[in-house]
T-cell receptor, first 112, second 116 residues
Framework: EDKVVQSPLSLVVHEGDTVTLNCSYEVTNFRSLLWYKQEKKAPTFLFML????IEKKSGRLSSILDKKELFSILNITATQTGDSAVYLC????????????FGTGTRLQVFP | EPEVTQTPSHQVTQMGQEVILRCVPI?????FYWYRQILGQKVEFLVSFYNNEISEKSEIFDDQFSVERPDGSNFTLKIRSTKLEDSAMYFC??????????????FGPGTRLLVL
């Protein structure tokens, strides 16, 4: 059965700290891994990763995939209060390219 | 930047009533999805839709649920006879027609459904 596991479940940091969020997955036919940021409502797309070892970067956020060890990390440097959100990791299902399998998410709270 | 939109943002209904949740996907997308998120739980897949038919549905998507694309822009989710356990946030999502661009699905802001 396809599975996505995220850790930690929650994280509380102060502004300026650097955080690392983890996502491990089990899918038979891996194609991609996606990171989303969920604030109050919609998951907002951050990154899609398909190749091992290639870092994707957007401002203070970056992400990398390890297909051998079946995990990805999302790094946020110099955190700001606006980074407070739930960060979701998802992979497309093995058996059908349509549905995304989501992890439980990591709730990040950044305090001033 | 184009966005997926959903209406209403909130819906309160009585158990047993029918509800229709509406979505306008991004205009050049051809793959459409509904997900739901019960408070405090994971985002769960409900159904996917392509070429005017359901391509996959989950166990949650029973006979009480249906989807429709009544015109060229709207994509709707109908729950015929709501139950208390249908209370959740319902997200619509859509994806590029070009598979070569990957699996990225873009989500709408959601409709929070409360069944009393």
């Amino acid at each position: 059965e396809d599975k996505v596991v995220q850790s930690p479940l929650s994280l509380v940091v102060h502004e300026g700290d650097t955080v690392t969020l983890n996502c491990s997955y089990e899918v038979t036919n891996f194609r991609s891994l996606l990171w989303y940021k969920q604030e109050k409502k919609a998951p907002t797309f951050l990154f899609m990763l398909t190749s091992s070892g290639i870092e994707k970067k957007s401002g203070r956020l970056s992400s990398i995939l390890d297909k051998k060890e079946l995990f990805s990390i999302l790094n946020i440097t110099a955190t700001q209060t606006g980074d407070s959100a739930v960060y979701l990791c998802a992979v497309p299902s093995t058996y059908n390219t349509d549905k995304l399998i989501f992890g439980t998410g990591t709730r990040l709270q950044v305090f001033p | 930047e184009p966005e997926v939109t959903q209406t209403p943002s909130h819906q309160v209904t009585q158990m047993g009533q029918e509800v229709i949740l509406r979505c306008v996907p991004i205009s050049n997308h051809l793959y459409f999805y509904w997900y739901r998120q019960i408070l405090g739980q994971k985002v769960e897949f409900l159904v996917s839709f392509y070429n005017n038919e359901i391509s996959e549905k989950s166990e949650i998507f029973d006979d009480q649920f249906s989807v429709e694309r009544p015109d060229g822009s709207n994509f709707t989710l109908k729950i015929r006879s709501t139950k208390l356990e249908d209370s959740a946030m319902y997200f619509c999502a859509s994806r590029y027609r070009d598979r070569g661009r990957g699996e990225t699905q873009y989500f709408g802001p959601g409709t929070r459904l409360l069944v009393l």
